[in-house]
């Protein structure tokens, strides 16, 4: 197959990536002027859940362009970071939706759920998790911390389970979409734990 249709260009990763917001600012435009919109009955709640939804496919976008790479031999593993970026920006517009849409800008509010809501909670800690990557998601972090930067965004695993977690504990009767992406996730990591296994072995025995 020709390189022009295995690379993807990453102006046209953004305008992919960017899409999704388009389309909801669009949504939000017709329930505002009082047409018909795919957000339903409840828009507010839909626009939350979009947005979340969003963030964790991105994120595990990210998390199978290794695996594309040694498997399929598809090497898209410059648009990581691109990606990733995405991940978190999505899952900011998912809090700040929540924020401004379902607690109407209650700061106390979000104190509340997060101390009394347990998967209000894992999320927060997942957006928390995933700031520092996001920060440092640029070629002069990676130059400065080295080593440490690939064990600091070694945190994308521990984040994908706890957003499998907060999407679990969020659910409220069909469970078909979170156990979708939790046998996603459960491929992925499977993967990696192989795949660090196999370097493992390779290095006991070249020493």
Known sequence: MPSFFIRIPRPLCFVVSIAPLVYCLYQISLVLKGEISSLGVDPAESIVHYFG?????????????????????????????????????????????????????????????????????????????????????????????????????????PISILI?????????????EPLMYSALLLLLLTYRIVSLVRNKRKESLKT
């Open 164 to 176: 499998i977690i907060h999407f679990f504990w969020q659910t409220r009767s069909d469970f078909s």
């Open 53 to 157: 939804l969003c963030a964790l496919i991105f994120l595990w976008v990210t998390l199978t362009l290794s695996p594309l790479r040694t498997l399929l031999g598809y090497n898209h593993v410059y648009l990581r970071r691109q990606l990733g970026l995405f991940a978190f920006f999505y899952g900011v517009c998912h809090l700040m939706a929540y924020w401004v849409l379902l607690l109407e800008f209650d700061v106390a509010g979000v104190v509340d759920d997060v101390i009394e809501r347990p998967y209000i909670t894992v999320g927060m800690l997942a957006l928390f998790l995933m700031l520092p990557l996001a920060i440092t998601s640029n070629r002069w972090s990676q130059k400065k911390l080295r080593l440490k930067w690939k064990k600091l965004h070694r945190l994308i695993y």
